[in-house]
């Protein structure tokens, strides 16, 4: 309830309708029951489903139209969304966070399911999954087509903890007294989302000590202490969402190394963390042209027609544009796409102008700093519309050269759409 701001969703996937109208109903009388204000759930399942002599349906008891469900979900009312095979592939939510899974997942169902919290957010740091049913070595399998490194940890010992901490002080940074300084002023602050330039300037104060401290590390033992304490972040955030863990002093430290972690200065090698958003596997050199190309001056050219009608054309330059790409395709990789998947490009465009978050990536920043949002992005998309095109978006997906390729050649249009979109 607390993550993004305090506007986190979450997303129950249950095995049938029957379990999404019973989950509903108990998820409601739940809520009642332990007074919880400010989190309301809806539902969503195909039909009516009967359960005890009553019969149910969606609209009925969301108490509106079943196409209302989607934009309703997107306002700061509702909070949960109890899906029966809806909402699992196709469906944007950037604020969605959490995932409670109960039914068996495999192959691109898997990809497509879990991917539905892969949109960015401001604010959003972390996602969660909480899977009753499927194994981590099976949904590994499942993502293996898709991506080239899936990582999926085993159960983690809340005891890690206390190993890591006890790691941490003894690089004599840590000082219990700054902690607790920390901490009794930080839950002093009223609103903690909003920090006043007063309360900023006095946590600063009481973590610089221990910065100075860090800066008198070996440099190899800053690169260690700053990797613990993400470890120790990561690991506490993860259990703090399964179990009711409580050990004040431990939380006192991961709000301190929260802080403080942000104020640590950067390595050489480390004033640029990608490692969310690029994995390099391999590389290769291959020569693509050996020839002169200089301009020959014995050769007329034409003269470029001015343009005569500003704002025209750009729609048919990119339908062009986009039939040109089908053709190198093909050309490139001995494939028989026709114009047909044109209509598959464009609705790639159309997916990135329709997400927000993309325009004003694209607004905001230049061509090579969108590509390694774009790139990640490409993936969910494509993944997305499997079922309108399942030939060629498997294409896309299973052919990493092939994919590489295209993306390459769609970057450029893409991110012109959408500064377009932006203005």
Request: proline letters at 3%; glycine letters at 4%; zero cysteines.
């Amino acid at each position: 309830m607390h993550k993004i701001g305090g506007r986190a969703k979450a997303m129950v996937v249950t095995s049938s309708r029957l379990h999404a109208v019973r989950y509903k109903i108990a998820f409601d009388k739940y809520i009642k029951e332990k007074g919880y204000k400010g989190l309301k759930t809806l539902v969503a399942f195909s039909g009516t489903v009967k359960d005890g002599g009553v019969s149910y349906s969606e609209p009925e008891m969301n108490w509106f139209r079943e196409s209302e469900t989607a934009q309703r979900f997107d306002t700061d009312e509702y909070q949960v969304l109890i899906v029966a095979e809806k909402y699992q592939t196709g469906y944007d939510q950037p604020l969605l966070h959490t995932m409670f899974v109960d039914k068996k997942l495999t192959g691109l169902k898997a990809v497509q399911t879990l991917s539905r919290l892969n949109r960015i957010h401001r604010g959003k740091d972390d996602t969660f999954i909480l899977d009753f049913l499927n194994k981590a070595e099976d949904i590994q399998e499942a993502f293996k087509p898709y991506y080239q490194a899936s990582i999926v940890e085993e159960v983690t010992d809340p005891n890690i903890l206390y190993e890591i901490e006890t790691e941490l002080n003894k690089y004599g940074v840590l000082y219990k007294e700054d902690i607790e300084s920390f901490n009794i002023y930080y839950y002093n602050i009223k609103d903690k989302q909003k920090l006043t330039q007063k309360a900023n300037a006095k946590l600063n104060s009481i973590i610089d000590p221990a910065v100075q401290r860090f800066k008198y590390l070996p440099d190899e033992s800053k690169d260690e202490f700053k990797s613990k304490s993400r470890k120790l972040l990561r690991i506490y955030a993860f259990i703090m969402q399964i179990t009711p863990f409580v050990d004040v002093d431990l939380h006192k430290l991961y709000i301190y190394l929260s802080f403080m972690l942000k104020k640590l200065p950067r390595g050489i090698v480390e004033s640029l963390d990608l490692t969310d958003e690029v994995a390099l596997d391999y590389y290769t050199n291959k020569k693509i042209f050996d020839g002169d190309l200089s301009l020959d001056p014995g050769v007329d050219n034409p003269p470029l027609p001015p343009t005569k009608h500003a704002g025209e054309g750009r729609k048919e330059d990119e339908k062009e544009e986009l039939s040109s790409i089908i053709q190198r395709l093909n050309e490139r990789f001995g494939t028989d796409f026709s114009d047909a998947q044109k209509l598959s490009l464009e609705q790639i465009q159309e997916d990135f102008a329709n997400d927000k978050d993309m325009v004003q990536k694209a607004k905001t920043n230049t061509l090579d700093d969108f590509k390694l949002a774009y790139v990640r992005a490409f993936m969910d998309k494509a993944v997305d519309r499997m079922s309108t095109n399942e030939k060629f978006f498997t294409k896309i997906l299973d052919d990493e050269e092939f994919r590489t390729v295209l993306m390459e050649d769609m970057l450029v249009g893409t991110y012109n759409r959408l500064r377009d979109e932006a203005v």
